[in-house]
């Protein structure tokens, strides 16, 4: 029998407490319990990236995780990122301005892993980029607009 | 229409074009980037309850007996529907040939592996699942065809109830000589080749929630299918429901590259709500399941060719012959892909006589179902291949082979021998452009360097053309009865309110090729606005016009056409309107920069927003035969198309975008691991509207056709067990695997599409294939061997590595 637990999260700031089935996965969670559906589902099984969200400040596949494993944590998803009054983060005008997505389902999913990237490594030489983002798939934009809106974020975010 | 289609940017209504033919930023992007889209997974509906569907796990097998009451008694579980059910309220599964399909459940037996057996329905996901495991079903395995080499044979086991073949589809076309040219021959190269199934795998999987409505009868279906008008008469025809009773409201797309346009699983659910009676369920196909069970996969195919050529390197005549497994069931448009090669048998060559010879077998594995480029990458891979090798045969360099047998830049437009007709190109400037821009001759000594220092480089320099909107006339060729028909009509509405503000409705949602953006551009130049002044939307299937939907690169071609058709007319009525007020005749009206104006005499002029806001506003101001309504529809539909005559003859395409690609690699020798060195491409689809949106096109393309190329492939044993049932085995390209890639343009604006165009929709995949292979087996040549199969993953170029070093 399904057993549930009480899970408490910050996700984006706000502070939410439910109660979840212990089989639940995170991405479940975050999508049906708290309505937060920018976060997609690709493949279930960690390859895909789509899921990626952040926890205590790194990335995470929520698709493989189950929500009582972020008890206490603090999540940020896709809906964190823009600016309270709406604008854009530089990270989602870059890859707007590179056209670094066409059917934008793996584009959350890329947003946040490149959001940890830079927080941790500002001045991310192509290498290094390429070695994070080899972990998000996508099937629209053959990567090199991808390649070329995490560079422009990375510039602004430096000189902002 | 008032005015003649304008054919190229600089005869739209403007002094300058200020947005169409530029990267200006699109209108789907600020939705998608902060999560707010709502893509078919993130509805909910009041009460709605989920789908979870049990599979085979047998490729064929007698349904001996299905027992539900388990599951059926499981806290939170609604409904379970069988086979018995969806037989007693269904049709067959819409396909072509007709009478080569199941029901969307297994009934008495089940065909593949991954073939839906029955359906649950509960108020969560989870408990669907759960109540998957109580369902106990007895299974007596029968005999597995999963060979198509096997199931020509005739021999059984059949695959089809009631039938006593595997051939579903069987036809040879000739065009020319072909023996008189074989005859004549100087030098004739035959080969095998072998192309395994792969697919589109778009990173958001499918999705259906349906609403049946027991008193009104309406079906709501949402989700993520799309072309409702292609999904509509097969929904009619196996549901049996009446047409305008279906609503189908399609959400934007998490890709699809045409795995989508699939009605299978859309049947499946909507019997699911009829059972429901009126409580909505949602099905969404998760990975497992769309790897093994959608009808996605395609091209798993069987060649045997030959070409037939003079000394000089001409040549003369081709012959292909091939098989095709189609799966269990020659479902849906499936049997197009096998066709689609006959409009290009050629590709960017004059072959004057030519042979194309094609079955379709149906065995124990998954469908196949339409996929990005219909079934074009193996006929140019195998065409380039034997053009590679007759070079080597002739001592001829693999660019002077080719130059040697394009069709010329005053040739066009070119007729093919099957009759289609090429609109426009220049191939020749193309590899000249392709061969400068990459530094060749540079690269040849970098090769010539690599070898002598033992490594494996390779390079591969390949053409082909994308015919873009392809369609009906096509598939007459396998069902005359549904298909002898040249329309693929694409139409759109367009008004304007009375705050000169532009609202465009379209039949489709947004999917990644970008057409609401570009449409937006279109307008804001026709009627002289911002890109903000111009509002696009997605209407559902009961509001929309006539429409194909992204089919076959039809996109910026079709929908093109109908905007400036729908714009012409409204502009038309706006102008009669505009003519009371300024008291002019309307035929001196003109639109010029978005004000309407009369001729030759400057100064005098009115804004859109006037002219609509009087329109509304003085009813009985207005003349003869206008109405108070400033909005205008317009269907387009391809010009000069034609039926195929019965020996396959017709005029199927509108375009013929060209590419020319150059790749170069370097093998492993000890892994099998293919590194792409360099790629660069030459692409000729005309005016772009928007070139970085042709560039994510073309760069995605790309990405697909490395992926086709090294690592993706649907694997079954001997059993037609599937041994590649998720991402750790079915291969994706990262960007570790896709190149860094150059792009070149080449403009040969299409003399009949509208502005200009060309499709480019379908992208690189057409060519990438071809060029990544043929430079694996350049690499490959100091060993004296060559791969015929792809993909060349890295374990098929290890074994290949392996043999050559015994």
């Not at chain 2, 009451?69 to 007709?98: D, H």
């Not at chain 2, 998957?132 to 299974?139: C, N, Q």
């Not at chain 2, 069931?329 to 010879?357: D, Q, T």
């Not at chain 2, 309307?586 to 804004?607: N, Y």
Request: proline share 6%; charged share 20%; net charge negative.
């Amino acid at each position: 029998m399904a057993t549930s637990r009480t899970v408490k999260v910050r996700v984006n700031g706000v502070d939410h407490e439910a109660t979840v089935e212990a089989r639940k996965t995170l991405v479940d969670f975050l999508r049906e319990d708290l309505g937060l559906t920018g976060t997609n589902v690709g493949c279930e099984h960690g390859v895909c990236g789509a899921c990626t969200i952040l926890m205590n400040g790194e990335t995470v596949r929520s698709c493989i995780m189950l929500a009582v494993q972020a008890d206490g944590a603090e999540l940020m998803t896709v809906e964190g990122l823009a600016q309270p009054g709406g604008e854009l983060h530089p990270i989602q005008e870059s890859f707007r301005d590179k056209h670094g997505l066409q059917c934008g389902f793996c584009t959350p999913g890329f947003l946040m892993t490149t959001y940890e990237l830079l927080s941790k490594h500002p001045h991310a030489d192509e290498e290094e980029i390429k070695e994070w983002l080899s972990g998000n798939l996508c099937r629209c934009t053959g990567y090199q607009d991808i390649l070329e809106s995490v560079k422009l974020a990375a510039t602004r975010l430096r000189n902002p | 229409m008032a005015a003649a289609e304008p054919k190229l940017p600089e005869q739209l209504p403007v002094t300058q074009p200020r947005h169409v033919g530029k990267d200006s930023p699109r209108m789907e992007d600020p939705l998608m980037v902060t999560g707010k889209v709502e893509y078919g997974n993130d509805i909910r509906a009041p009460g709605m309850l989920h789908a979870a569907i049990l599979r085979s796990p047998h490729a064929h097998a007698l349904i001996k007996s299905i027992d539900a009451s388990r599951a059926e008694k499981l806290p939170g579980v609604a409904a379970v529907l069988t086979g018995k059910e969806v037989k007693s309220w269904s049709r067959p599964v819409f396909g072509v040939p007709e009478g080569w399909t199941g029901y969307a459940l297994a009934v008495e037996k089940t065909h593949w592996v991954g073939e839906p057996v029955a359906v649950i329905a509960a108020t969560d996901r989870y408990i669907a699942e759960d109540a998957l495991e109580l369902i106990e079903v007895e299974y007596e395995p029968l005999e597995t065809v999963a060979d198509a080499l096997k199931a020509v044979t005739g021999e059984g086991p059949y695959v089809l109830e009631g039938k006593q073949s595997n051939v579903a589809y069987d036809r040879k076309f000739s065009f020319g000589d072909v023996p008189g040219s074989f005859a004549a021959a100087d030098v004739i190269v035959r080969e095998r080749f072998r192309w395994h199934r792969s697919s589109g795998n778009p990173i958001e999987t499918c999705v259906c929630i349906a609403d049946w409505n027991p008193v009104t009868g309406m079906l709501t279906l949402r989700g993520s299918h799309r072309s409702p008008h292609l999904i509509l008469p097969a929904l009619v025809i196996s549901l049996g429901v009446s047409s305008q009773q279906v609503r189908i409201i399609q959400s934007p797309l998490g890709g699809s590259f045409g795995v989508k346009t699939f009605a299978r699983y859309v049947i499946l659910i909507s019997l699911m709500a009829k059972k429901l009676k009126g409580r909505a369920v949602k099905w969404t196909e998760d990975r497992i399941e769309h790897l093994i069970g959608s009808s996605t996969h395609a091209w798993d195919r069987h060649y045997e060719c030959a070409l037939a050529l003079k000394q000089d390197g001409t040549v003369t005549g081709m012959k292909m012959e091939l098989i095709d497994d189609l799966g269990a069931f020659s479902e849906w448009l499936a049997i197009g892909m096998l066709l689609k090669p006959l409009l290009c048998l050629g590709s960017c060559y004059r072959i004057p006589n030519v042979e194309y010879a094609c079955k379709g077998l149906v065995t124990n594995k998954t469908p196949q179902g339409p996929l990005r480029a219909f079934g074009l990458p193996p006929h140019f891979w195998v065409l380039e291949q034997l053009l590679d090798v007759a070079a080597k045969k002739l001592g001829l360099e693999r660019n002077e082979i080719r130059r040697r047998n394009f069709i010329k830049k005053e040739e066009f437009p070119y007729v093919s021998p099957s009759g289609n007709v090429y609109d426009s190109g220049d191939y020749e400037g193309s590899l000249k452009l392709l061969l400068e821009k990459s530094g060749y001759d540079r690269l040849l000594k970098e090769q010539e360097k690599a070898r002598s220092e033992g490594r494996l480089v390779g390079l591969g320099v390949v053409s082909s053309i994308e015919p873009g909107l392809t369609g009906p006339p096509m598939l007459a060729l396998a069902a005359p009865r549904i298909f002898s028909r040249t329309s693929s009509p694409e139409g759109i509405l367009v008004r304007i309110d009375g705050f000169g503000k532009l609202i465009a409705e379209l039949g489709f949602p947004p999917g990644g090729q970008s057409q609401h953006s570009f449409v937006r551009q279109i307008l804001a130049d026709y009627f002289g606005v911002e890109l903000e002044d111009v509002q696009v939307i997605t209407v559902d299937s009961l509001s929309m016009q006539p429409s194909t939907g992204p089919i076959s690169s039809s996109m910026a071609i079709a929908l093109t056409g109908a905007v400036l058709g729908a714009a012409a007319r409204l502009a038309d009525k706006l102008k009669r309107v505009a003519a009371v007020m300024l008291e002019a005749r309307a035929d001196d009206i003109e639109l010029l920069d978005g004000q309407f104006r009369v001729r030759g005499v400057p100064g005098k002029t009115l804004a859109a927003a006037q002219v609509s806001q009087f329109m509304m506003a003085r009813p009985d101001l207005l003349p003869e035969g206008i109405d108070g309504n400033p909005e205008a529809t317009y269907v387009w539909n391809p010009p000069d198309r034609t039926i195929p005559d019965e020996r396959g003859f017709g005029r199927y395409s509108v375009t013929a975008a060209g590419a020319q690609h150059l790749c170069m690699v370097e093998v492993d020798r000890a892994t099998g691991q293919v590194k792409i060195l360099k790629y660069v491409m030459v692409d000729d689809c005309g005016v772009r509207l928007n070139p970085s949106v042709v560039r994510g096109m073309l760069m995605g393309g790309m990405a697909h056709g490395v992926g086709a190329a090294l690592l993706e492939e649907y694997v079954y044993d001997e059993n037609g067990q599937m041994l590649t049932s998720s991402y750790m085995d079915y291969l994706l390209p990262t960007i570790m695997e896709v190149p860094a890639a150059e792009e070149h343009e080449m403009c040969t604006p299409s003399p009949i599409a509208p502005l200009g165009v060309k499709g480019v929709g379908e992208g690189a995949l057409h060519t990438t294939p071809a060029a990544v292979l043929c430079a694996v087996n350049d690499a490959l040549e100091p060993l004296g061997i060559r791969i015929t199969e792809a993909p060349m993953s890295p374990l098929r170029v290890w074994k290949a590595l392996q043999g050559a070093s015994r």
